[in-house]
């Protein structure tokens, strides 16, 4: 069983609807990183949070520590929003110790 | 335009070839990192490079040779390497390597026959 868990592993919606992907982990955690990843390979930082809640444009992060969860958020989903959204947690010894999710598809339908 | 530039984008290599997958930063950090992205796998860290030196080496057969020559510029030195180590690989920077945001490249999306 993977140290990070995504759910679901392939997520596909009509133009317009809010999405939720989540993410599990098992280990303790200094920050939890959420990113995209095109069809061309290139990868986005999205957010990078520890605590609370996140909010960037449409998109709203959210963590829970106690329960090791975390969810992303889409508002008024778009087509454009079609990727790979990776979940990863950053362990004590920093950015060299980011455990991957296996990452979620979304493909968004106009 | 990323801030982190991988080039080629695409290789393809025979078993015996030696190539080598280059990768640039322009945001002035002092962390460089190399992942691996294998098909239905999550991301792999390979090998990482704090100023220059490498502080993290993540059980990387021997096929595969980091080299850092400054804080800018780091590359990946591939010699007979197997079908197997097909995949994307990711380069990446960050401003120290504690609690600071990754920048990823495009990727070198690498095909051994």
């Known amino acids: 069983k993977n140290e990070v868990e995504q759910s679901p592993q392939n997520l596909t919606a009509q133009e317009g609807e809010f999405i939720t992907i989540n993410c599990s982990y098992s280990?303790?955690?200094?920050?939890l990183h959420w990113l995209q990843q095109h069809p061309g390979g290139g990868i986005v930082s999205l957010f990078m949070l520890s605590s609370g809640k996140k909010k960037h444009g449409r998109l709203i992060a959210t963590i829970n520590i106690q329960e090791k969860h975390s969810s992303l958020h889409i508002t008024a989903s778009h087509p454009r929003d079609s990727a790979v959204y990776i979940c990863?947690?950053?362990?004590?010894?920093?950015?060299?110790?980011?455990?991957f999710g296996q990452g979620t598809r979304l493909t968004i339908n106009p | 335009e990323t801030g982190v530039t991988q080039t080629p984008r695409h290789l393809v290599m025979g078993m015996t070839n030696k190539k080598s997958l280059k990768c640039e930063q322009h945001l002035g950090h002092n962390a460089m990192y190399w992942y691996k992205q294998s098909a239905k796998k999550p991301l792999e860290l390979m090998f990482v490079?704090?100023?220059?030196?490498?502080?993290e080496n993540n059980s990387v057969p021997s096929r595969f040779s980091p080299e850092c020559p400054n804080s800018s510029h780091l590359f990946l030195h591939l010699h007979t390497l197997q079908p197997e180590d097909s995949a994307l690989y990711l380069c990446?920077?960050?401003?120290?390597?504690?609690?600071?945001?990754?920048?990823f490249g495009n990727g070198t999306r690498l095909t051994v026959t």
């Open positions: 990863a947690v950053m362990g004590d010894g920093g950015a060299q110790k980011l455990v």
């Open positions: 990446a920077s960050s401003q120290g390597v504690a609690y600071s945001p990754l920048h």
């Open positions: 490079y704090s100023l220059e030196e490498r502080v």
């Open positions: 280990v303790g955690i200094s920050a």
